[in-house]
T-cell receptor
Framework: DSGVTQTPKHLITATGQRVTLRCSPR?????VYWYQQSLDQGLQFLIQ???????AKGNILERFSAQQFPDLHSELNLSSLELGDSALYFC????????????FGPGTRLTVT | AQSVAQPEDQVNVAEGNPLTVKCTYS??????LFWYVQYPNRGLQFLLK??????LVKGSYGFEAEFNKSQTSFHLKKPSALVSDSALYFC?????????????FGQGTILTVHP
């Protein structure tokens, strides 16, 4: 158990809908990262927050947004969902921003039908 | 752009034999390199990292990795494989600065250890 929690574990929704994925980092970790894992794209970095501020952005679509709250938990919002958004979404946390190892949550499996 | 490559999609080894999972990197500046393992339906687990110093890095579950600057490689090794080591292994490089960053992952290598 990494200490990073993610909810929900599974999510099934229809195209065009909006969902919110939630992540709680390990106790004491200030940095939160979001990754998307799919068969065709592999593991792709989406976005990083450090102590409430956005610090790095990767291949995140404009339909996706995230935030980190004062209690350090983070949410990833996915809107206007498409079939291609079906993937495993991981949250990870680390003590600082770099180059500390990141600890991954169990992931949220999103299925868009 | 910073990147890592895992040249083998799959590695098969017999239990008790040594194993190697290969990784090469392409970075500008000093590389920060990581190995992670993913078991089915689980998140990624950190195994080890190279930041600086000794080229041989020891990690969790008896794994180690050798950093080779001249060959730009960071291969994962274990002297004696276990069936329970069967999983998906990812090499990653940290890119960014000291206050921000991300991991860029290789495509992964499926390790199968046969009894």
């Amino acid at each position: 158990d990494s200490g990073v929690t993610q909810t929900p574990k599974h999510l099934i929704t229809a195209t065009g809908q909006r969902v919110t994925l939630r992540c709680s980092p390990r106790s004491g970790d200030l940095s939160v990262y979001w990754y998307q894992q799919s068969l065709d794209q592999g593991l792709q970095f989406l976005i990083q927050y450090y102590n409430g501020e956005e610090r790095a952005k990767g291949n995140i679509l404009e339909r996706f947004s995230a935030q980190q709250f004062p209690d350090l938990h983070s949410e990833l919002n996915l809107s206007s969902l498409e079939l291609g958004d079906s993937a495993l979404y991981f949250c990870a946390s680390s003590v600082g921003a770099a180059p500390y190892e990141q600890y991954f949550g169990p992931g949220t499996r999103l299925t868009v039908t | 752009a910073q990147s890592v490559a895992q040249p083998e999609d799959q590695v098969n080894v017999a239990e008790g034999n040594p194993l190697t999972v290969k990784c090469t990197y392409s970075v500008s500046g000093n590389p920060y390199l990581f190995w992670y393992v993913q078991y089915p339906n689980r998140g990624l687990q950190f195994l080890l990292k190279y930041i600086t110093g000794d080229n041989l890095v020891k990690g969790s579950y008896g794994f180690e990795a050798e950093f080779n600057k001249s060959q730009t490689s960071f291969h994962l090794k274990k002297p004696s494989a276990l069936v329970s080591d069967s999983a998906l292994y990812f090499c990653a490089v940290h890119t960014g600065g000291t206050s921000y960053g991300k991991l860029t992952f290789g495509q992964g290598t499926i390790l199968t250890v046969h009894p």
